[in-house]
């Protein structure tokens, strides 16, 4: 339990992380690309995460464990973004959000099925309304266009992205018991920039790498630092805690990409911004609400 705390306000950090990052991200693709931001993202993530992971003592991952966490790193970064950013081509950006909001249902869904976790009405409570709160935050977006055949498409894009982060969010539990977490976010992150390198030259990266700008890079610095913080907060709360406990707060992601978009690039907040705050906070407390266990009375003694 002493632990379970830190784990959920890392969970917090991580859910935060990503909403500014997906601002910071949606500020350079033009310049650079999806795929080619994803594999410098990571890249740089890696880096920094490295040396922090080599002064841990670092324990020898053997080749049954390391290709399962090499799929693991895949799967979370580059599969995933992949499917997300291949979605907002078919559909709106806000309808993509909303469904990919969905993964801490998902992983509950699956955790349960697997036997590991409990169904409570609790915490289906509170995950249901933290994703109506991402619906309020995009809902001015996510149904501005009517769905075409296409748009089934990319939903079926956006929906397995979210199962793809809901299916890694369960399956990293036994290897984060057996190793250090920076050493797996490490190896992880790096398998997933071994990946994506050869997507990101087929996407025209070495064309576009001279002309970066300052600007380019500071943001790409900031989104490879962010990339790293969030990662390892995301694992340290799933070795911590239950899955779907650290996925509730991607509920987070878009109410701080608003808050980050208006506070840098003039983005305006509105009464649905407002309320969908509201209620994703209240989703998080009533999922992560426990009752105090009653103090126990003392024992009476037999007069002496």
């Known amino acids: 339990m002493t632990r379970e705390v830190p784990a959920l306000f890392a969970a917090g950090i991580s859910g935060i992380l990503v909403g500014v990052a997906l601002v910071a991200t949606g500020s350079i693709v033009e310049a650079a690309g999806p795929i080619t931001i994803a594999f410098i993202r990571y890249l740089i993530g890696a880096l920094l995460l490295l040396p922090f992971a080599l002064r841990t003592s670092w324990i020898r991952v053997p080749l049954t464990d390391f290709l399962p ?52 009405s609790r915490k289906l409570i509170g995950i249901t ?19 075409g055949a296409d748009g089934w498409l990319g939903i079926s894009a956006a929906f397995l992205s979210a199962l793809s982060g809901a299916v890694c969010s369960i399956f990293y539990g036994p290897y984060l018991k057996r190793y250090p977490t920076l050493q ?27 002309h970066f700008t300052l600007h380019v890079w500071l943001v790409l610095l ?3 630092f962010a990339s790293a913080v969030g990662y390892f907060c995301w694992l340290y709360g799933l070795s911590h805690t239950l899955p779907s406990n650290v996925t509730v707060f991607l509920g987070l992601s878009p109410i701080s ?48």
Do not use: K
């Open 69 to 120: 966490l090499a799929l693991l790193g895949i799967f979370q970064f580059a599969v995933l973004i992949m499917l997300l950013n291949f979605s907002v081509i078919y559909i709106e950006v806000g309808l993509a959000v909303l469904i990919f909001a969905t993964l801490p249902l998902l992983t509950m869904t699956i955790a349960i099925l697997l036997g590991r976790e409990a169904f409570t």
């Open 129 to 147: 309304l933290t994703i109506v709160g991402v619906g309020f935050a995009v809902g001015a977006t996510a149904f501005s266009e009517n769905i």
């Open 184 to 210: 797996i976010s490490t190896l992880a992150m790096l398998a997933s920039v071994i990946f994506l390198c050869g997507l990101a030259v087929t996407e025209g990266m070495l064309t576009t790498l001279p």
């Open 222 to 224: 900031f989104i490879g």
């Open 257 to 304: 990409a608003a808050l980050f978009g208006a506070l840098f690039i003039n983005q305006p907040l509105t009464w649905q911004d407002a309320t969908g705050t509201v209620l994703v906070v209240s989703g998080l407390v009533v999922s992560l609400w426990r009752r105090r266990a009653p103090p126990q009375a003392l024992p009476i003694l037999p007069p002496q």
